[in-house]
């Protein structure tokens, strides 16, 4: 039934991997049945799940001793399934989701540290394809600033990496510390995240299309 199975991975933490996940689900259950999938073993998308009062984001179930079987079982029941994963690109795990999704998202930051950490990225995504010949990647650019130099060289430097680029990215706004406090997504703020929607939105329509 699933039109998208989608993991969110980086190898570096602080990334904003499960607030893109998170709010990437949100936006997908508007389209249709979406269910997460918590890989990380810190369980931050199941914490955040199970404070929050905004009805409009889907459940969350671990991804188990096998994720594999676990995220084909609700591809069976959903149109979207997003998965979480823990900020390695070790380990079972990882390794299970990466053979297992269609769409990899790889939220990267605007400093070297997160260019040089995009390395081991693109070398694990051109592992992963030899078990998974369909699956694609892309880096998903985060607290970007459009008037930042340091923003726009690192489009640009990325752009060299086997990795494509989403067009679309996360700008930096308070909206998403915003609704991680309150325990909704961007969403659930009404009109104070509207631009914050916006990218969702854009970064959506996109990853669809792939």
């Known amino acids: 039934m ?8 980086n190898q570096k933490g602080g990334t ?4 893109l996940a998170l709010n990437l ?7 249709g049945s979406t269910h997460l999938v918590d890989a990380d073993p810190q369980g931050s998308l199941s914490q955040w799940i199970a404070m929050t009062a905004d009805t409009g984001l889907p459940p ?5 001793h096998d994720p594999s079987a676990t995220i084909a079982q609700l591809a069976c029941a959903h149109r979207y399934v997003m998965v979480d994963c823990p900020p390695t690109i070790q380990g079972d795990v990882v390794a299970a989701v990466m053979r297992s999704v269609q769409v990899i998202l790889i939220p990267v930051l605007p400093s070297p540290i997160d260019l040089w950490a995009s390395v081991g990225m ?3 995504v051109s592992e992963a394809g030899r078990w998974n010949p369909g699956l694609r990647a892309r880096l998903v650019l985060n607290q970007m600033e459009s008037r930042n ?4 060289a690192m489009r640009e430097a990325l752009g060299e990496f086997d990795i494509p680029i989403l067009q679309a990215s996360m700008q ?6 915003g609704a991680a406090v309150e325990g909704v997504s961007v969403y659930g703020l009404g009109k104070r995240a509207q631009a914050a929607v916006a990218d969702m939105e854009a970064i959506i329509e996109e990853v ?3």
């Not at 699933?2 to 991975?9: G, L, Q, R």
């Not at 689900?25 to 389209?31: E, Q, T, V």
């Not at 930096?172 to 510390?177: E, K, S």
């Open 25 to 31: 689900a949100a936006g997908l259950a508007r389209r």
């Open 60 to 64: 969350v179930i671990p991804a188990g």
């Open 16 to 19: 904003g991997k499960t607030t």
């Open 172 to 177: 930096r706004r308070a909206a998403y510390r």
């Open 2 to 9: 699933t039109d998208s199975i989608i993991a969110v991975i």
């Open 149 to 152: 130099a340091l923003s726009r």
């Open 208 to 210: 669809l299309c792939l």
């Open 122 to 124: 693109a070398a694990a």
